[in-house]
């Protein structure tokens, strides 16, 4: 049997649910909503931006391309096509200079038309930030699932939520401790490997104040898929300021109040062997001069944080607990110890580490 239009409009008449069934479906995949906390194409900054416009442009080029080649195509099967009484090939048209030349040298054209303002953009891409403005400089190191940042300048070392000032230059200089993994927040435009041993750096402008979800880009171990990250872009002034934030962030712990639960939390922390890996400034402090205990986020202002384990779970005392009891269950692999806390220890420690805003 041969397929042709007729067959297939007496196949749509035939069955006209299943073609809209069809393109219902096809509406539900392009999920029109209003919400795109990962949406590349709403990009926030001006590194976004440049990646956005490629998009665009490629996307138009790309569509013009594919409008002229379907027609002509559409133009030459409905005219030359077979018809009742043809029975001999028709003539053969080989080595044509004409044709074969244009369709050599329109594609050249286009090619070139697109690599100008790529390789434009890739040099845009790579300048280094103004050094007569201000900058935040971040180190970032990622770890298997999560990712510590230190602000070597404000002297602030935490985790997982990177927090950053709308307007101002941010320059993030990247490497890991472990196995390769890169980061990536779409609406910031641009991934970047972070590899142990190496720096790479990465630098944007936000300009929306917000709170914005990125991922781990690169298959990084078991619990990979949940290795996220959150930044969150302060105005420059007001009671949300980043000032504010880095203020904040450099006060040692909150002390509890004498027979507190609060208090409680803290002596197991102490005591159930939590230090081995984490810090918590005023509590647990560090050798002068280190960073960070390398193996667990540092743990000062916990409480402030919007998500735990890597944007895994809400904060709040019962995941902090859930989270402290048994870590494997809410990350595979987490490299975590389960210290076989008691429910009652698990969630002293976790209201104590709620406060610590
Ligand atoms: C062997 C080292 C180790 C020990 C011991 C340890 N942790 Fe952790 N902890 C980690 C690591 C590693 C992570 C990050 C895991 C991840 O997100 O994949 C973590 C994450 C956390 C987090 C989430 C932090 C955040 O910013 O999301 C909390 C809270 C926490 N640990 C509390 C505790 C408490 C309380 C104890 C003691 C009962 C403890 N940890 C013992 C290594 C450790
Ligand atoms: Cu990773």
Same mark, same amino acid.
């Not at 029109?32 to 998009?55: K, M, V």
């Not at 930030?129 to 770890?143: A, F, L």
């Given at each position: 049997?041969?397929?042709?239009?007729?067959?297939?409009?007496?196949?749509?008449a035939?069955?006209?649910?299943?073609?809209?069934?069809?393109?219902?479906?096809?509406l539900l995949a392009i999920?029109? %909503?209003?919400?795109?906390?990962? !949406?590349?194409? /709403?990009?926030i900054?001006?590194?976004?931006?440049?990646?956005a416009?490629?998009?665009?442009?490629?996307?138009?080029?790309?569509?013009?391309?594919?409008?002229?080649?379907?027609?002509?195509w559409?133009?030459?099967?409905?005219k030359?096509?077979?018809r009742?009484?043809?029975?001999?090939?028709?003539? /053969?048209?080989?080595?044509?200079?004409?044709?074969?030349?244009?369709?050599?040298?329109?594609?050249? &054209?286009?090619?070139?038309? &697109?690599?100008?303002?790529?390789?434009? $953009?890739?040099?845009?891409?790579a300048?280094?930030?103004?050094?007569?403005?201000?900058? &935040?400089?971040?180190?970032?190191?990622?770890?298997q699932?999560?990712?510590?940042?230190?602000?070597?300048?404000?002297?602030? !070392?935490?985790?997982?939520?990177?927090?950053?000032?709308?307007?101002?230059?941010?320059?993030l200089h990247?490497?890991?401790?472990?196995?390769?993994?890169a980061?990536w927040?779409?609406?910031?435009?641009?991934?970047r490997?972070?590899?142990?041993?190496?720096? /790479?750096d990465?630098?944007?402008?936000?300009?929306?104040? $917000?709170?914005?979800?990125? /991922?781990?880009?690169?298959?990084?171990?078991?619990?990979?898929?949940?290795?996220?990250?959150? &930044?969150?872009v302060?105005?420059?002034?007001?009671?949300d300021?980043?000032?504010?934030?880095?203020?904040?962030?450099?006060?040692?712990?909150?002390?509890?109040?004498?027979?507190?639960?609060?208090?409680?939390?803290r002596? @197991?922390?102490?005591?159930? $062997?939590c230090?081995?890996c984490?810090?918590?400034? $005023? @509590?647990?402090?560090?050798a002068p001069?280190?960073?960070?205990?390398?193996?667990?986020? %540092?743990?000062?202002?916990?409480?402030?944080?919007t998500?735990i384990?890597?944007?895994?779970?809400? !904060?709040?005392?019962? %995941?902090?607990?859930?989270?402290?009891? %048994?870590?494997?269950?809410?990350?595979?692999?987490?490299?975590?110890?389960?210290?076989?806390?008691?429910?009652?220890?698990a969630?002293?420690v976790?209201?104590?580490?709620?406060?610590?805003?």
């Amino acid at each position: 049997m041969t397929w042709s239009l007729p067959h297939f409009r007496r196949a749509v008449a035939r069955a006209p649910g299943r073609l809209l069934a069809l393109v219902a479906l096809a509406l539900l995949a392009i999920a029109c %909503n209003e919400a795109h906390p990962r !949406n590349t194409l /709403q990009p926030i900054a001006d590194t976004g931006d440049i990646s956005a416009w490629f998009y665009h442009m490629l996307l138009w080029v790309d569509v013009v391309i594919l409008v002229l080649v379907m027609g002509v195509w559409t133009f030459a099967v409905l005219k030359y096509r077979q018809r009742p009484g043809d029975t001999e090939l028709p003539p /053969q048209d080989f080595g044509n200079h004409k044709l074969e030349l244009i369709w050599t040298v329109l594609p050249t &054209i286009i090619v070139i038309a &697109i690599t100008v303002p790529t390789v434009g $953009g890739i040099f845009k891409l790579a300048e280094r930030p103004d050094p007569n403005q201000k900058i &935040i400089v971040v180190e970032i190191t990622g770890k298997q699932w999560w990712w510590e940042f230190d602000y070597i300048k404000e002297g602030i !070392n935490t985790a997982n939520e990177l927090h950053v000032e709308a307007g101002t230059q941010v320059l993030l200089h990247m490497t890991s401790a472990d196995v390769i993994h890169a980061w990536w927040v779409p609406r910031l435009g641009g991934k970047r490997d972070a590899t142990p041993g190496r720096r /790479q750096d990465m630098h944007f402008i936000a300009r929306e104040v $917000g709170t914005f979800d990125g /991922q781990c880009a690169e298959l990084c171990g078991a619990s990979h898929a949940l290795m996220g990250t959150r &930044i969150i872009v302060h105005p420059p002034a007001g009671e949300d300021s980043y000032q504010h934030w880095v203020e904040e962030q450099q006060e040692k712990a909150k002390e509890p109040a004498a027979g507190s639960p609060e208090e409680k939390g803290r002596k @197991v922390f102490l005591e159930k $062997g939590c230090v081995a890996c984490h810090s918590i400034a $005023g @509590v647990a402090e560090l050798a002068p001069g280190a960073r960070s205990r390398t193996s667990g986020p %540092n743990l000062t202002h916990v409480g402030g944080r919007t998500r735990i384990a890597a944007n895994t779970l809400e !904060n709040n005392v019962d %995941n902090l607990a859930k989270w402290i009891k %048994n870590p494997q269950s809410i990350k595979p692999g987490a490299l975590m110890t389960n210290l076989g806390l008691t429910d009652e220890d698990a969630k002293a420690v976790a209201t104590y580490l709620f406060s610590l805003k």
